[in-house]
């Protein structure tokens, strides 16, 4: 997981698809035969369990990747939605196991579904991608102000070679003949780090105005 952006967008994918899920096992529970929905129960049954995993280990363990950690009431939200898919979990196997709901159960779950499970997994993806996008975006700009100050370090220690290198060429021409190989080298180090100072100009300008 290179960046907390990238972190955000997996969770999501991972959690978000548990609510259709729920709802999916809801409509399985009403339909008077449910073996006619084998791939569907299937599929919002890994649904689920991809959503838990996610949210039981798979989620802290990005986040630790990461050396970043959910406020309190995030980390609360985080367990209320665990605790919010057991009674679809519950339903999914009374479903596997042939066993057919009664009215009060599926009435019951509806009621999660709509009350319970929805609004909690919403509100957690919610308060999660702003979290996560948030701490992001201000790692991205501390980067971004370490780079520069890396960048002006350099230029600081390129405009010090260019005055060694031009005291070098006057030391050099005074001393005549003698000089004149090292005042070539000198001149040319001049020109190198001219060039060095350039291209970083050019750099600490683009950050500068991103």
């Given at each position: 997981?290179?960046?907390?952006?990238?972190?955000?967008?997996?969770?999501?994918?991972?959690?978000?698809?548990?609510?259709?899920?729920?709802?999916?096992?809801?409509?399985?529970?009403?339909?008077?035969?449910?073996?006619?929905?084998?791939?569907?129960?299937?599929?919002?049954?890994?649904?689920?369990?991809?959503?838990?995993?996610?949210?039981?280990?798979?989620?802290?363990?990005?986040?630790?990747?990461?050396?970043?950690?959910?406020?309190?009431?995030?980390?609360?939200?985080?367990?209320?939605?665990?605790?919010?898919?057991?009674?679809?979990?519950?339903?999914?196997?009374?479903?596997?196991?042939?066993?057919?709901?009664?009215?009060?159960?599926?009435?019951?779950?509806?009621?999660?579904?709509?009350?319970?499970?929805?609004?909690?997994?919403?509100?957690?993806?919610?308060?999660?991608?702003?979290?996560?996008?948030?701490?992001?975006?201000?790692?991205?700009?501390?980067?971004?102000?370490?780079?520069?100050?890396?960048?002006?370090?350099?230029?600081?220690?390129?405009?010090?070679?260019?005055?060694?290198?031009?005291?070098?060429?006057?030391?050099?021409?005074?001393?005549?003949?003698?000089?004149?190989?090292?005042?070539?080298?000198?001149?040319?180090?001049?020109?190198?780090?001219?060039?060095?100072?350039?291209?970083?100009?050019d750099i600490s300008d683009l950050?500068?105005?991103?």
């Amino acid at each position: 997981m290179k960046t907390l952006a990238d972190l955000q967008n997996t969770a999501f994918l991972a959690i978000g698809p548990s609510r259709i899920a729920a709802l999916s096992l809801l409509s399985l529970a009403r339909a008077e035969d449910a073996s006619k929905g084998k791939d569907v129960f299937k599929m919002s049954v890994k649904r689920l369990d991809v959503a838990r995993d996610m949210l039981r280990k798979d989620l802290p363990d990005l986040l630790k990747e990461q050396e970043h950690s959910f406020p309190g009431d995030l980390e609360a939200q985080r367990d209320a939605c665990l605790a919010a898919l057991e009674p679809a979990f519950s339903m999914a196997r009374d479903l596997e196991a042939g066993r057919n709901p009664s009215l009060s159960q599926i009435e019951n779950f509806d009621d999660h579904c709509l009350y319970v499970l929805e609004p909690t997994v919403s509100t957690f993806v919610a308060d999660m991608t702003k979290n996560l996008l948030e701490t992001h975006a201000q790692r991205m700009k501390a980067r971004d102000a370490e780079m520069i100050q890396a960048i002006n370090n350099a230029e600081s220690v390129g405009r010090n070679i260019q005055l060694i290198a031009f005291n070098a060429s006057v030391e050099a021409a005074r001393i005549g003949e003698m000089g004149r190989g090292f005042a070539v080298i000198a001149t040319e180090i001049r020109q190198l780090s001219g060039k060095t100072q350039t291209l970083l100009d050019d750099i600490s300008d683009l950050l500068r105005s991103a």
